[in-house]
């Protein structure tokens, strides 16, 4: 079995943004060598998710318009007694998952045609991390 | 290590079905001859699902109808301006998360009592694919 | 490649409660000896969650508030006529998720500097199992 780790890092200009990273997981697939196996995208901040979709603005805009109204930003998070204010962001990370695997065959992500990986931000303008762990053979 | 990888074909008779798939992926895990691992079951359209829960009727309409509540069917999502009609199914993917990791011990699933996987189809009538990867040895 | 695994037993006191499981599943990968892999924590029953986010009273209180107002306690849910009333707990643990996968990097968990493991009991007061399976090597 081999493996291989990489960290992505993320700074992003506003507080709430989807980055597609998949040309990014698809690179470091391909400089692992790893022909068949798993690869594991992990938030490691707890107000940001991993998650597959489509990469279509409207869609996007819309999933934003769910999770705000699943998990509103408010101010009265029992969260803030601690002087945070990112409570909804824990909660949003919550719904979406902060991972996914991604299977790997032939070298490559075996995706769907329409299915793109994205870092979801929900308390950016920060340095934060993501690790990608390739697992196989 | 070994992998083994197959992909299972959907086309539902209706536009939102789940369908129970255990005895299918516990099939395809004892083909792999794979003792010690994981299974990963995974979709691979965007407007589709992976869970693993009861097989209880009542209990999947409670799903249906808890989705339905969170991510509606409705005619503006911003999505809709591409001309597609299944914003909400996208979401309602997001929301039960396209794909579980299921353990194999002693060459077999290791589910507990009442775990069934089901497919979630939340714009069907049309074929579409699921991904089935299993490493370990 | 290696494999390891072990069962958590939980009877929590309460219906509802999150249990951090983080330091229990960390002592696992050390006896299992595997320097770099993935831990697989998955709950076996249908009515229990795994995640991963912060150990902060208040934003476990605003997560059960959440899932709450998501997917609430109620009587009429159809599983009940199975003579059930836990609906709402096989609900709440669709949407945090039954399960995650923890890179494993040097012998560690590799978590990000807040990231906790919680075992989410939706419907308790009975002994109910965690999975905690590893690979690598």
Not at 3 to 17: D, I, Q, V
Not at 44 to 50: D, K, L, Q, S, Y
Not at 114 to 128: L, P
């Amino acid at each position: 079995m081999k493996s291989h780790t990489e960290y992505l890092w993320f700074n992003t200009h506003k507080r709430r943004e989807f980055v597609n990273i998949t040309d990014t997981v698809e690179r470091m697939v391909r400089s692992s060598e790893i022909k068949e196996g798993f690869c594991l995208v992990s938030a490691m901040h707890i107000t940001a998710g991993v998650f597959v979709n489509d990469e279509e603005n409207g869609l996007k805009s819309d999933i934003f318009e769910m999770l705000e109204n699943l998990a509103p930003y408010r101010k009265d998070y029992k969260h803030h007694l601690t002087g945070e204010d990112n409570g909804d962001a824990h909660l949003k990370s919550l719904l979406v998952h902060h991972q996914v695997v991604l299977p790997i065959t032939d070298g490559k992500l075996d995706l769907g045609p329409w299915q793109q990986v994205f870092y979801a931000e929900f308390d950016g303008q920060r340095r934060k991390r993501v690790i990608v762990k390739i697992i196989g053979e």
